[in-house]
């Protein structure tokens, strides 16, 4: 039913399937940019861009990885630009500077189109379906609580995103988080500090996997902050031309905008 409304339908406001909803959504391009600059593929993840984004992260981890950029930011933070240089891998860090860029300026052009066709879907007025049952998932329409969201992206990234039904995305962010938390040692450097071996715990610690964190927390916690706060505006939008559709008296004509104030 979903591909046959998107069909009849110009530019349609979002897609439903059994495990997410795909929508067009209004983004600030310099935020979206920004967070491609923190880790490629997040700012595609952000315009709903999976498959794109998808594929720039695993080739930010990858070619971070063999290019030990990491540990080259590391040294560099410390003051050892020597060990930052004899570091580094030449060989990766110039396919990365291509990626990069393409991952900061393109995100940044779609964060403008996507926000182009968002403000016409959204004049035009394009129906939702609200509901959606296969025999692997349930996917509906409902009002998210933004905190518990934020709260559970905190605890363990991706778990988030599973809350508001982004089965793609909270997947591979948790799949992501999974292999760095792994690679990092982190585990057996909070067991050796809560057995009191301080300095064990430094020294079992990788440095190049932990700078991923900061990354994949921001990023977890604010696009499923995010999600959560447009699929209750998708709620409320398309709870309101229901009802205005099939109870709202004949006499009575609302625009759209007329409907929007209403909410």
Partial sequence: MGSRVSQAIRRPRAFTSSYLMNQLVLRRPYVVAWWSAALPGFGHIMMCKYATGFLLMGMELVINVKA??????LYTMLGEFHQAKITIDLRWILLYVGMYGFAIRDSYRVAIEVNQLYTLSDRGDAPIIPVKISALELNY?????WR???LWSFLCPGAGHLYVNRIPTGFFILGWYLLVFYQSNLSRAILATFQ???ALATTLLKPEWLLFFPSIYGFAAHDAYLQAVELSKMFKSEQSR???ENYQH????LSTL???EVK
């Fill in 196 to 198: 009191g071996h301080f």
């Fill in 141 to 145: 329409l409902s009002l998210r609580n």
């Fill in 242 to 244: 229901f009802l205005s």
């Fill in 250 to 253: 004949r006499a009575i004509q």
């Fill in 258 to 260: 007329q409907r929007k």
């Fill in 68 to 73: 030990h950029l990491n540990s080259a930011i």
């Fill in 148 to 150: 518990d969201v934020v």
